[in-house]
C-alpha cells in the first residue's frame, strides 16, 4: 500500500473557467496557476535546518517532512526499517539531504505538483548512485461508475489511488479522468450507500475503466446532508454547496406522507422557507426568485402544485439534487442566491421495474426498464392529485375543484464508448376554480410549466469531456373571469437554449471547464385577452457572456423621474432595442490546516435579467409575473463573499462547519406603495431600484453514519433595503429578513423493519407592515402606516414525524413500506398574514370583509395554513 506524510498547504486552485471571454477571471486562474507552479517547482531546492541521530530512515522521513512542511508519497515496504540515519544540517536543501540519506539504499526521488515521490529500485539491480532520478511518465485513468443493479450513473462517486493524495470524482453523469505516474496502485472506488470496491492497477498505458456499484442495502446511511465528503474531498475548493440523494429525502418527514424535494432545503443552514404550505424558499437574504431550479439542466419557473403545499416535481423521479447557496460555478448563471441543480432519474438498464406511492392527498407511480438492454432505458413517472374528497367535509360552503398532475419521462442510450445520448421531459399543471359571488368576477386560476431536454455527452479523449444540450422551458399563468374561461389575463415566459460544455482533467489537482450557451427569452409580463383580442409580448434573447440584448416586436414605454408616462416606442420582430453586458469574475481559494480541518474562502459575482415582479407578502406562488431588464428595469447585480471552517472529528463521523457571508445588492428591486401589479399595462412605473445588502453567520454539527444520525443547525442572518422614495429612503428590514433559524433533525433505523424520523424548525417571524394609527372619513375607519415592515409576524415553528414500517425483507425484490406521518405534529398555528380592518363579527373578532376566491365571507384578521396534518401511505417497488 501507499502512505502520504501531509502537512498544512495550499491545494490546488481549480479552475471553472465558465466563459471564453471573461477576460477577468482568465487572468485570476492564470496567475494563480503560475504562482503555485512556481511554488511547487522549487521544493527540492528548500532549504532546511535538521537534526537527527540513529533514527530509523521511516522516522527520519517523518521528521523533514514536519520540519520542511513537504509532502513525501512511498510504499513502506520500499523503505529499509533497519536504515538508521544521521543528520546535522542548517539550511541545507531538500534535494542534498535526500540524496544522502536515500541514495545509499538505491531510492530515487522526484517531484509531483505538491509532494515528493520516492521510488524503489527495480528489483536485482544495483543502484548507480551517479545515475539523476528520473520523472516517470504520467498516464490517464478514466471510465464511467454505475449501479449495479439500475445501471444509472452515480454522480460524485470517488475514485482515490490508495495511499497517496491522487483522487477524483466523477461528474454529472458518472464520469470520472484521474492522471497518475506510472506504476502500480490499488483503486479505491467509494461512494455512501454502497459496498466500497479496491482494485490492483498496473498502469503502465492509458486505460479505460468503467465500473457497477452495490448498494449496501444492511448499512444504508439514510440521512446525509451533507458536502460531497469521502476520503479528502473536505479539501474541494467549492464552498457553500451541499448534496441530496434520494435516500436523504426518503428519511426526512414529508408534507401529506410524501418527501418534498423544496420544503426539505430547509434543513440547511442559511435556506429559509416561507412557511407551512408554500414552496417558497430564500437563501441568504435573498428574493425566491433569485433561486435557479434546473431539472436535467432546463429551468423550471414555478416549481409548485396546489399554490406551494406540494413540490412540482415528484420525489420519485430524482436520481440527485446538488445545491449551491453561493459560490455556485459560472456554468450555472443567471441568478443571484442559489441554484438548486436536479437530475432525473435515468432508467434501468438491467431490468423492468415499476413502483408507486397511495396516498390521501397525492399518488403517483412510475415504470422503468430496458429498450436494449445494458445501452437503452426509459423512466417514466407520473403523479395525481387525490384532494377532492375535502369537498365533503364543507358542508354547505361554496364547493371547489382542485387539480394538479406531473409527468416526468426520460430515455437515455449508451451509444458506444464515448457517446451517450439523453432526452428528458416534464409537464404538470394545476387547477383550481370556485363558484362565488365575489365582487371580483373571478372563476378560476390554471398554471402550468413544460420542459423538454436533450444531451449528448462525447467523450474525446482520455482526458477531455464534453455535453451539449438543447433545452426548451415554458411556464404559462391564466386567471380566468368568467366559466367559459375564453376571458382571461394571462402571463408567461419561456426560453430556447443551446449550450456546450467542455471539462478538461488537467491532473488529480486542477480541472478546466468552460464553454458558452446562447438563450433565447420570450416573455409576457401580463394581457388581458376578451374573446380573439390578443394583446402584444414581449421578447428578449440573452448570449451569456453574460450580454444580454432585448428584440421586438413589442411596446417600450418612456416615464419621467417621477415615473409618469412620457412617451412611448413600438419596435418592430427582431429590432434590438436594448443591450447590456455584465462581466461575472470569481474567485474561490483553500487552504488545509490539517487532515480534517479547512479554510475555504469565496468570492463572486452574479448577474440576474429577468425578474419576477410580486409585491404579495404571502405563502403561495401563483401570480408569478416574470419581466425581462431592459430600458426601465435594469439587472440585478450580486456581489458576495464567503469565508468557511471544516472540523471533522470523532473519527470522522462527525462533521462541523462554520460559514460567514457579506452580500451586497446593486439595483434592487423594489416596488411604491400600493404598487398596481394586476391589470396593468404600465406596470414598470410601479417599481423602484435601490440597493440592499445582507450578512450573516451559518453553523452546522452532523452524524450521518450509524442507526442514529442527524443533524443540528444555526443560522443568525440579517436582509436590509434602501430604496429613494420608499420608507423615506431609510433602510428597513426586507420581506424575507430572518435574524434566528434553527433545525434539529433525528432520525433512527434499525436496518430491518422500522424507520423513526423528527425535525424541528424555528426562524423568527416574517416582518410586516403595521399601522400606526386609524382615522375616520366618511364613516370608514382608515389605517395610517408609518415605517415599512415595521413588525414582525409570532415566530414560526414546527415539528414533523414520521414513523415507516417496511413490509418486506430488504433482500426481497418486491418491496412495501407503509409510512405514517404527522405534519406540524403539537398543531401550531403559524400565521401568515395579519389584517388590520377595523371591522367585528359577532364574537367580536376583527376580520377582512372580502375573499378573492370566496364571497364576502368573514376571514380572521390572522390567517394560518392549517392544524395537524396527518397522512398514511402505502408505498411499493419492484
Request: contains cysteine; hydrophobic residues 35%.
Amino acid at each position: 500500500m501507499q502512505i502520504a506524510i501531509r502537512s498544512k498547504q495550499l491545494v490546488h486552485l481549480k479552475s471553472d473557467v465558465r466563459y471564453l471571454m471573461s477576460d477577468v477571471r482568465y487572468l485570476i486562474v492564470i496567475l494563480f496557476l503560475l504562482a503555485e507552479f512556481s511554488l511547487n517547482a522549487q521544493i527540492l531546492d528548500k532549504p532546511i535546518s535538521i537534526h537527527i541521530k540513529n533514527k530509523p530512515l521511516p522516522e527520519a522521513l517523518n521528521a523533514i517532512s514536519i520540519e520542511g512542511n513537504i509532502n513525501f508519497s512511498y510504499n513502506p515496504q520500499s523503505i529499509p526499517a533497519d536504515k538508521t540515519v544521521s543528520l546535522n544540517c542548517h539550511k541545507k536543501p531538500l534535494r542534498e539531504i535526500l540524496e544522502a540519506i536515500l541514495k545509499p539504499v538505491g531510492i530515487t526521488f522526484f517531484e509531483l505538483e505538491d509532494q515528493v515521490v520516492l521510488k524503489p529500485p527495480a528489483t536485482g539491480l544495483v543502484p548507480h548512485h551517479e545515475e539523476p532520478a528520473k520523472t516517470p511518465r504520467h498516464l490517464t485513468v478514466s471510465g464511467y461508475i454505475r449501479e449495479k443493479n439500475s445501471g444509472e450513473a452515480l454522480i460524485g462517486a470517488n475514485v482515490y489511488a490508495s495511499g497517496t493524495n491522487y483522487g477524483t470524482s466523477t461528474n454529472s453523469y458518472g464520469f470520472y479522468s484521474l492522471t497518475l505516474p506510472e506504476g502500480s496502485y490499488v483503486l479505491d472506488y467509494s461512494f455512501l450507500g454502497f459496498r466500497e470496491i479496491k482494485e490492483p492497477l498496473d498502469l503502465r498505458s492509458d486505460q479505460r475503466i468503467s465500473k457497477e456499484m452495490e448498494e449496501a442495502r444492511l448499512v444504508i446511511k439514510e440521512v446525509e446532508v451533507k458536502p460531497k465528503e469521502t476520503g479528502s474531498d473536505i479539501r474541494r475548493s467549492q464552498l457553500s454547496d451541499f448534496n441530496f440523494s434520494n435516500k436523504t429525502l426518503a428519511s426526512l418527514p414529508g408534507f401529506a406522507g410524501t418527501p418534498d424535494i423544496l420544503k426539505a432545503l430547509q434543513v440547511v443552514p442559511g435556506i429559509r422557507s416561507y412557511g407551512d404550505g408554500s414552496s417558497l424558499f430564500y437563501v441568504r437574504g435573498g428574493n425566491s426568485d433569485q433561486n435557479l431550479l434546473l431539472l436535467d439542466e432546463a429551468p423550471i419557473y414555478n416549481p409548485s402544485h396546489l399554490f406551494g403545499f406540494f413540490s412540482a416535481l415528484s420525489p420519485d423521479a430524482v436520481n440527485d439534487i446538488q445545491v449551491y447557496k453561493g459560490d455556485f460555478p459560472p456554468r450555472f448563471g443567471g441568478r443571484l442566491s442559489s441554484v438548486v441543480d436536479v437530475k432525473a432519474r435515468e432508467g434501468n438498464m438491467k431490468r423492468f421495474g415499476f413502483s408507486g406511492n397511495l396516498g390521501p392527498y397525492a399518488s403517483n407511480i412510475s415504470i422503468e426498464g430496458p429498450i436494449w438492454k445494458n445501452h437503452a432505458s426509459f423512466f417514466i413517472s407520473g403523479r395525481l392529485s387525490t384532494l377532492n374528497w375535502l369537498n365533503y367535509l364543507l358542508n354547505d360552503q361554496p364547493g371547489f375543484n382542485i387539480q394538479f398532475y406531473d409527468i416526468n419521462a426520460k430515455l437515455n442510450l449508451i451509444a458506444n464508448d464515448n457517446n451517450r445520448f439523453y432526452l428528458t421531459f416534464y409537464t404538470g399543471r394545476d387547477d383550481f376554480n370556485r363558484i362565488n359571488t365575489s365582487a371580483y368576477p373571478t372563476f378560476g386560476i390554471s398554471w402550468n410549466n413544460i420542459l423538454g431536454t436533450a444531451r449528448w455527452n462525447h467523450v474525446f479523449n482520455k482526458k477531455l469531456f464534453s455535453n451539449t444540450t438543447l433545452n426548451y422551458s415554458r411556464y404559462n399563468y391564466y386567471l380566468y373571469t368568467n366559466s367559459n374561461q375564453d376571458n382571461f389575463w394571462t402571463s408567461s415566459i419561456s426560453n430556447f437554449t443551446l449550450k456546450s460544455d467542455f471539462t478538461w482533467f488537467l491532473n488529480s489537482g486542477n480541472t478546466l471547464r468552460a464553454g458558452m450557451d446562447v438563450t433565447n427569452y420570450q416573455s409576457n409580463p401580463g394581457n388581458l385577452n376578451k374573446g380573439a383580442e390578443k394583446s402584444k409580448t414581449s421578447a428578449g434573447t440573452v448570449v451569456p457572456l453574460p450580454l444580454w440584448q432585448d428584440f421586438g416586436s413589442t411596446t417600450v414605454f418612456a416615464f419621467d423621474a417621477n415615473y409618469q408616462l412620457i412617451d412611448s416606442a413600438k419596435y418592430k420582430q427582431s429590432i434590438c432595442y436594448y443591450t447590456y453586458f455584465s462581466p461575472e469574475p470569481r474567485l474561490s481559494i483553500i487552504y488545509n490546516i490539517t487532515e480534517r480541518t479547512s479554510l475555504k474562502f469565496g468570492y463572486s459575482r452574479n448577474t440576474q435579467f429577468i425578474q419576477q415582479l410580486s409585491n404579495s407578502t404571502g405563502p403561495f406562488t401563483s401570480l408569478d409575473v416574470w419581466a425581462p431588464c431592459g430600458p426601465n428595469i435594469p439587472a440585478q447585480k450580486a456581489d458576495q463573499w464567503a469565508l468557511g471552517c471544516y472540523q471533522k472529528f470523532s473519527r470522522d463521523r462527525l462533521l462541523f462547519s462554520a460559514e460567514i457571508f457579506y452580500k451586497a445588492y446593486t439595483d434592487h428591486l423594489d416596488y411604491k406603495d400600493h404598487a398596481n401589479l394586476l391589470y396593468n399595462p404600465l406596470i414598470e412605473g410601479e417599481l423602484r431600484f435601490g440597493k440592499a445588502w445582507a450578512y450573516g453567520l451559518e453553523l452546522m454539527l452532523r452524524k450521518s453514519e450509524g442507526r442514529l444520525t442527524g443533524w443540528i443547525s444555526y443560522t443568525w442572518s440579517r436582509s436590509l433595503v434602501q430604496t429613494d422614495a420608499v420608507n423615506n429612503s431609510e433602510p428597513y428590514p426586507s420581506n424575507f429578513d430572518s435574524p434566528n433559524d434553527v433545525c434539529i433533525n433525528v432520525s433512527y433505523d434499525n436496518h430491518r423493519h422500522w424507520a423513526f424520523s423528527a425535525v424541528w424548525y424555528y426562524h423568527t417571524g416574517s416582518p410586516v407592515t403595521t399601522p400606526t394609527g386609524f382615522y375616520y372619513n366618511n364613516g370608514y375607519s382608515v389605517p395610517v402606516y408609518g415605517a415599512r415592515n415595521n413588525s414582525r409576524l409570532p415566530d414560526y415553528h414546527r415539528l414533523d414525524l414520521s414513523v415507516t414500517y417496511r413490509i418486506s425483507k430488504p433482500e426481497k425484490r418486491f418491496q412495501q413500506n407503509v409510512i405514517l406521518t404527522l405534519y406540524n405534529a403539537y398543531g401550531r398555528y403559524n400565521p401568515f398574514s395579519l389584517s388590520f380592518n377595523r371591522i367585528m363579527d359577532s364574537n367580536g373578532n376583527f376580520v377582512v370583509p372580502t375573499n378573492m376566491q370566496g364571497g364576502y365571507q368573514l376571514v380572521p384578521t390572522t390567517l394560518s395554513v392549517a392544524g395537524i396534518i396527518p397522512s398514511i401511505n402505502y408505498q411499493f417497488k419492484f
